[in-house]
């Protein structure tokens, strides 16, 4: 394979990773993270980003609680919320989206190893 074959290669190999990632933030900025507290009794609900989109409070959690004890709850399950959205994206960004194998920085480093061959910075 000559080297404008190889660049090319590469060149659609980077091309299909930015296209499967660019989907797959698509994909998870669209979801919702929920975190709970007080038997369930409450319910957060977070986007992707962790802005706060739903909050439920069962009756059941509104009359056992005072004020104070009910708030701490809901900072509770508002945590637990975000905390859920944020393994998500560490998730998503560590394993990379299906199809590529997660290794964009592998591809560039093959990229970079192709350069620096054919600049003579580095032996074959």
């Given at each position: 394979?000559?080297?404008y074959?190889?660049?090319?290669?590469?060149?659609?190999?980077?091309a299909?990773?930015a296209a499967?990632?660019?989907?797959s933030?698509?994909?998870?900025?669209?979801?919702?993270?929920?975190?709970?507290?007080?038997?369930?009794?409450?319910?957060?609900?977070?986007?992707a980003?962790?802005?706060?989109?739903?909050?439920?409070?069962s009756?059941?959690?509104?009359?056992r609680?005072?004020?104070?004890?009910?708030?701490?709850?809901?900072?509770?399950?508002?945590?637990?919320?975000?905390q859920?959205?944020?393994?998500a994206?560490?998730?998503?960004?560590?394993?990379?989206p299906?199809g590529?194998?997660?290794?964009?920085?592998?591809?560039?480093?093959?990229?970079?190893?192709?350069?620096?061959?054919?600049?003579?910075?580095?032996?074959?």
């Amino acid at each position: 394979m000559d080297e404008y074959e190889e660049l090319d290669r590469l060149a659609e190999q980077l091309a299909g990773a930015a296209a499967a990632y660019e989907a797959s933030v698509e994909e998870w900025s669209r979801r919702q993270f929920t975190g709970t507290a007080d038997e369930e009794g409450i319910v957060a609900t977070v986007d992707a980003m962790g802005n706060l989109v739903s909050l439920q409070i069962s009756l059941r959690s509104k009359r056992r609680h005072d004020g104070v004890t009910l708030g701490d709850a809901v900072v509770t399950a508002v945590h637990a919320a975000e905390q859920a959205a944020a393994e998500a994206q560490e998730t998503m960004m560590r394993s990379g989206p299906a199809g590529i194998g997660g290794d964009l920085g592998g591809l560039l480093a093959d990229a970079q190893r192709s350069f620096e061959r054919r600049g003579g910075l580095q032996p074959d």
